[in-house]
């Protein structure tokens, strides 16, 4: 599978993006796909993930209740819905799938920008 990920931009405090995760050569819920996302001078963190085969999804603690993600496997696609936005959000959002839990997420899109203000 190869994926890209798009939809980033700068956006004020308390407002609202939605990413997109478009995948290329299979149907997204044969993965496990997650978003994590790169902040300058931080290390690369979690932010959600949905499961391939139950569509469970899970949260960083950071993002509960603010972030939103689902999935179109039709499209093959996958979204992070972002809303109440802060500017501790700034960050590189990438997406990245796996075929199992201990294969790891070997699969990366580019990164998408998301830049929040004050």
């Known amino acids: 599978v190869q994926l890209q990920a798009s939809g980033g931009g700068l956006v004020q405090s308390g407002g609202s993006l939605r990413l997109s995760c478009v995948a290329s050569?299979?149907?997204?819920?044969?993965?496990?796909i997650a978003w994590f996302r790169e902040a300058p001078g931080k290390k690369r963190e979690g932010v959600s993930c949905?499961?391939?085969?139950?569509?469970?999804?899970y949260y960083a603690d950071s993002v509960k209740g603010r972030f939103t993600i689902s999935r179109d496997t039709d499209k093959k696609m996958v979204y992070l819905q972002m809303n109440n936005l802060k500017p501790e959000d700034t960050a590189v959002y990438y997406c990245?799938?796996?075929?199992?839990?201990?294969?790891?997420?070997?699969?990366w899109g580019q990164g998408t920008l998301v830049t929040v203000s004050s």
């Open positions: 050569g299979s149907t997204v819920d044969n993965y496990d």
């Open positions: 990245a799938a796996r075929r199992a839990f201990s294969a790891g997420f070997g699969t």
């Open positions: 949905v499961s391939r085969r139950s569509g469970r999804t």
